[in-house]
């Protein structure tokens, strides 16, 4: 079991920034890799970034590549999403998300959602 608490949300003028941050507890949180999804009104989720257990590995969406940075606290447990260029396109609940692949396939647990809101 994981639990994820997400924070940092907020309203934005259009290209400014804003950093969101997930802190993941559990007993097995350091198997997991830590990313960002975001679900626009209207859309299904889709997958922002992700950054591998350890924080040596990371992967963008191509929409947000060179204007996300994901990120890993030295203690491995808090994940933060630093965003900047942000356009109102960029509106969306953003879920933190925790995985990690079993014999059984994956294992997904995620946070409550934060809502940023990019103003034109």
């Known amino acids: 079991q994981v639990r994820l608490v997400e924070s940092g949300g907020g309203l934005v003028q259009a290209v400014g920034s804003l950093r969101l941050s997930c802190t993941a507890s559990g007993p097995t949180v350091d198997d997991y890799g830590l990313g960002w999804f975001r679900q626009s009104p209207g859309k299904e989720r889709a997958f922002v970034a992700r950054?591998?257990?350890?924080?040596?590995?990371?992967w963008y969406a191509d929409v947000v590549k060179g204007r996300f940075t994901i990120s890993l606290a030295n203690a491995k447990n808090t994940v933060y999403l630093q965003m900047s260029e942000l356009s109102p396109e960029a509106t969306a609940v953003y879920y933190c998300n925790a995985r990690r692949l079993t014999t059984s396939g994956a294992e997904n647990y995620w946070g409550q959602g934060a809502q940023v809101t990019v103003s034109s």
């Open positions: 950054t591998s257990p350890n924080g040596g590995d990371s």
